[in-house]
Nanobody, 126 residues
Framework: VQLVESGGGLVQAGDSLRISCVAS????????MGWFRQIPGKEREFVAS????????DYSESVKGRFTISRDNAKNTLYLQMNSLKPEDTAMYYC????????????????????WGQGTQVTVSS
């Protein structure tokens, strides 16, 4: 599967932004999907995931209540709605996909075995 992210940009603290990820290929609905982010010089960080079969979402504590992950299987598209953005949300955001049927351990398996997009930069000014 090939992934192309879009929608990043420069926003102010408190603003909202939605980033998208379009996946190529078939059987998109069977893929577990997720978002990770990374700042240069730091480890990549899990942001959110959504399982393929049940659509169960999971979030990191740092974004829970502010970010929402969703998917449109008819459009082969994954979204991340980001509200109440903070300067510490500034990072390169990566979309990840993995053909994975379980609802458990989604983020770990995405990180270790998933296919990654090229990323979209989100910058939040204070």
């Amino acid at each position: 599967v090939q992934l192309v992210e879009s929608g990043g940009g420069l926003v102010q603290a408190g603003d909202s932004l939605r980033i998208s990820c379009v996946a190529s290929g078939r059987s998109f609905s069977k893929y577990a999907m997720g978002w990770f982010r990374q700042i240069p010089g730091k480890e990549r960080e899990f942001v959110a995931s959504i399982s393929g079969v049940s659509g169960i979402a999971d979030y990191s504590e740092s974004v829970k209540g502010r970010f929402t992950i969703s998917r449109d299987n008819a459009k082969n598209t994954l979204y991340l709605q980001m509200n109440s953005l903070k300067p510490e949300d500034t990072a390169m955001y990566y979309c990840v996909a993995l053909l994975y049927y379980a609802d458990q351990d989604v983020s770990v398996n995405l990180a270790d075995f998933g296919s990654w997009g090229q990323g979209t930069q989100v910058t939040v000014s204070s």
